[in-house]
C-alpha cells in the first residue's frame, strides 16, 4: 500500500486541495452556523403555547361605545354558536364560563403574614386544554384546585413588581411549587381550597380552572340562571382557510390569535435564515466542484499509472482507493474545522443573546454536526463514485 | 488454468485483408509445460495477441478461452485473479514505474502477490548482472537494464502460462542466455508453458512450435 500511494500521490496539486479545502471550509461553515442560529434563536420566537391545542382562535363580540350597558350584546346567543358550528371550518367549538360567585385568592406566609386579591375564574371545555388529565382535574372531596394563569401576568411581576421593588425575580417552575389559599363564597355558603398553578399560557388571556369545577361550583355557589358565554373557543381545521377572516369580519367578530408579531419575526428569521444557507450550498457546491475538477485531473494524468496497476493484477478496490481516502479526509478535515468555528461563534454570540432574551437557551450543537457529517459523506461518496467510474 | 486456445482469432483491423498466418483466423492451442515461438516481422500484431490475451483490449472477432471459458465473458474480478495467480505478461513497453527504484518495481508485484522473498529476487537480480542498481530510479536506466527488471517482476508471482513480448530486443546474446537460463528454471520449477515473441532474435529455449504470425 506504501508504494501505491507513493506512486498515486505524483501529480496531486496542493494549491487546488488548499484551495478546495478552504472553499469548503468557507461553504461549510456559512450552512452549520446558519443552522445552528437558527436553532438556538427560533425558539424564542415560536415559544409553543403547549397548553392548548394547536389551530384554535378565541371569538369576542366587538365592543361598541355603548356596549358596557348593553351587556346583553357582547354576548353570543345560542343560535350565534349554532351558526358558528355549521361552518365547515370549524372542528370544535366550547365557550368560556366565567364564574358567577366571590373567589378570593391569597398567600400565606409564616412570617411575613401574606396578601390577598379579588379574582375571578373561567373554563373552557377539557378537550381544548393539553395538559395531562391527572393534573387537570377537580373534585369536590380533594379540595386542590388547578389552575392556568396568563403569561403576561407572570411578566408583570417579574419585570414590572419585582424591578420597581427589588423583590426577587421568580420563574415558572418556582411557582408552580407554590400552593395559594382560595376562597370561593356564594349563596350563604363557602369553600376554602389550595390553588396549584400547573402552567402559563401566551395565548389566553384570563384565569382558567376546569370546567368540572366551574360547573360545580357556579351551581353550588352560583347565580340559578345560565348565563350566555360572551368569548368562544373555536379549533380550526385549517388555519389558512380565508373563509375564516371573512366570516368573521362579515359577523362583526374579533378574533384573537395569539403571539402574531413573534410568529412574523419568527417567519422573517427563516427568510434570512434561508437566504443564508442558500448561499452557503452554492460555496459548498462550487468547492464540491474544484474538488471534483481537481480528481479529474489527477486521475487522468496517473490514469497510466492506474492501468499498469490494474495489469500487475490489482484490483479496482486498492488502485482508487487512496484517491477516495483522500476525499474522505479532505472533506471531513473541513468538517471538523467548520465545527469549530461553530463552537467559537456560538459561544460569541450566546451571552448576547442571553442579555436580550430572558428565556433563550442555546441548543445543542449535535444536530448541527450531524447535518454537516450527512454533507460531507455525502460529497464523498459522490466523489468516490466518480473516482470509480473513471477506472476501469 | 492446463490450455489456452484460439479459435478464429482475427484483429478487428485485419478484418479486410487477405491473412496467411499460423494463428489469425486459426484453431490452436497451447498447452500447460510446453514452450512456443511466435514469429513475425513488425506490424502484424504481436503486440495486439499479448494485449487480447491479457485482456485489456478486445478489438477482435474469434474466441480466446482459458480451458472452456472464453475469456471475453470474464469480470473485472476474474482478470485479476488470472492476472495475479495464473498468467504472467512480460509487456513489450515493459510499463514500468519510472519514478520507482528498481526493487519498488519489483516490489509492487511482489507484495500483491508474496511469491518471493526479497533475498530472491536480489539473487536474481544479480544473475541478471543488476545487483548494484538496486536503489536506482528506473528513469535512470537504459532501456536492456530496464528490460531485466521486468523480466524479473514477471517472474515474481504464481503462473501456468508465462508470455513475454519481444524479451531480449535490447540485449547481447550472453544475456540473452541467462534470461533463458531464468525463464526456463521458473517455468520448470511451476510447470508453466511459456509464449515467447520475437521479430528476429529469439530467446534461446527448445521450443514445441512456432507459429508465424
Not at chain 1, 195 to 206: E, L
Not at chain 2, 12 to 17: I, R
Not at chain 2, 90 to 104: I, K
Request: hydrophobic share 45%; glycine share 6%; with cysteine.
Amino acid at each position: 500500500m506504501k508504494l501505491i500511494w507513493k506512486l498515486l500521490k505524483q501529480n496531486i496539486s496542493k494549491p487546488q486541495l488548499v484551495g478546495f479545502f478552504f472553499a469548503n471550509l468557507i461553504g461549510m461553515s456559512i450552512i452549520l452556523l446558519s443552522l445552528q442560529f437558527y436553532f438556538d434563536v427560533n425558539p424564542v420566537f415560536t415559544e409553543e403555547d403547549t397548553l392548548f391545542k394547536k389551530d384554535y382562535f378565541t371569538v369576542t363580540k366587538k365592543l361598541g361605545l355603548l356596549s358596557p350597558l348593553a351587556s346583553k350584546k357582547s354576548v353570543f346567543s345560542s343560535k350565534e354558536v349554532e351558526d358558528l358550528k355549521q361552518q365547515d371550518f370549524v372542528k370544535d367549538i366550547g365557550s368560556f364560563i366565567p364564574s358567577q360567585f366571590y373567589v378570593k385568592a391569597g398567600i400565606t406566609t409564616p412570617d411575613q403574614g401574606g396578601f390577598s386579591t379579588e379574582m375571578f375564574f373561567e373554563s373552557v371545555p377539557q378537550q381544548f386544554i393539553d395538559v395531562k388529565s391527572e393534573d387537570w382535574r377537580f373534585s369536590p372531596v380533594d379540595d386542590v384546585l388547578p389552575i392556568i394563569l396568563p403569561k403576561n401576568y407572570l411578566d408583570l411581576y417579574n419585570f414590572g413588581y419585582a424591578e420597581a421593588r427589588a423583590m426577587p425575580k421568580i420563574n415558572e417552575g418556582l411557582i408552580k411549587m407554590v400552593t395559594f389559599d382560595i376562597y370561593i363564597q356564594g349563596n350563604g355558603d363557602f369553600k376554602k381550597l389550595k390553588g396549584n398553578i400547573v402552567g402559563f399560557s401566551t395565548r389566553i388571556n384570563t384565569i382558567l380552572v376546569p370546567e368540572s369545577f366551574m360547573l360545580w361550583a357556579n351551581k353550588k355557589y352560583g347565580g340559578k340562571e345560565d348565563v350566555s358565554p360572551s368569548r368562544l373557543i373555536i379549533e380550526v381545521n385549517d388555519i389558512t382557510n380565508p373563509q375564516i377572516a371573512t366570516y368573521f369580519k362579515s359577523k362583526g367578530y374579533d378574533i384573537d390569535q395569539g403571539n402574531t408579531a413573534a410568529s412574523r419575526i419568527s417567519m422573517f428569521l427563516k427568510i434570512i435564515v434561508t437566504i443564508v444557507i442558500i448561499i452557503g450550498v452554492i460555496i459548498c457546491a462550487l468547492s464540491f466542484f474544484i474538488l471534483m475538477l481537481s480528481i479529474y485531473l489527477l486521475l487522468e494524468k496517473n490514469m497510466q499509472k492506474m492501468i499498469t496497476l490494474r495489469l500487475l493484477g490489482y484490483s479496482k478496490n486498492i488502485v482508487t482507493k487512496p484517491y477516495i481516502l483522500l476525499t474522505f479526509v479532505v472533506n471531513l478535515a473541513s468538517l471538523v474545522l467548520a465545527s469549530i468555528v461553530i463552537i467559537v461563534v456560538q459561544s460569541l454570540y450566546n451571552p448576547v443573546m442571553e442579555n436580550v432574551f430572558m428565556s433563550y437557551e442555546p441548543s445543542g450543537i449535535l444536530l448541527t454536526i450531524g447535518i454537516g457529517l450527512v454533507i460531507s459523506l455525502l460529497l464523498s461518496s459522490i466523489n468516490s463514485w466518480v473516482i470509480r467510474s473513471k477506472i476501469e | 488454468m492446463n490450455k489456452i486456445s484460439f479459435h478464429n482469432l482475427l484483429p478487428d483491423v485485419f478484418k479486410d485483408e487477405t491473412i496467411l498466418s499460423d494463428i489469425w483466423q486459426k484453431d490452436i492451442s497451447l498447452q500447460k509445460g510446453e514452450n512456443y515461438l511466435v514469429k513475425s516481422v513488425s506490424g502484424k500484431g504481436k503486440s495486439s495477441l499479448c494485449s487480447f490475451l491479457f485482456g485489456y483490449r478486445t478489438d477482435y472477432s474469434g474466441k480466446i478461452c482459458f480451458d472452456d471459458k472464453e475469456t471475453k465473458r470474464m469480470t473485472p474480478v476474474q482478470w485479476d485473479k488470472i492476472r495475479k495467480d495464473e498468467l504472467s505478461l512480460l509487456f513489450q513497453e515493459l510499463r514500468l514505474f519510472p519514478e520507482l527504484t528498481v526493487l519498488e518495481n519489483i516490489q509492487i508485484k511482489n507484495n500483491l502477490t508474496g511469491f518471493k522473498t526479497e533475498q530472491q529476487i536480489r539473487v536474481m537480480l544479480q544473475y541478471l548482472g543488476i545487483e548494484n542498481k538496486v536503489n536506482e530510479k528506473i528513469a535512470k536506466m537504459s532501456w536492456g537494464q530496464q528490460q531485466r527488471v521486468a523480466i524479473i517482476r514477471s517472474l515474481c508471482q504464481p503462473f501456468n502460462f508465462l508470455v513475454l513480448d519481444e524479451p531480449i530486443s535490447h540485449l547481447d546474446d550472453e544475456n540473452a542466455l541467462l534470461i533463458a537460463k531464468l525463464v526456463q528454471d521458473e517455468a520448470k520449477a511451476q510447470g508453466a508453458g511459456v509464449v515467447v515473441t520475437s521479430i528476429g532474435k529469439n530467446l534461446p529455449l527448445t521450443y514445441t512450435q512456432t507459429f508465424a504470425l
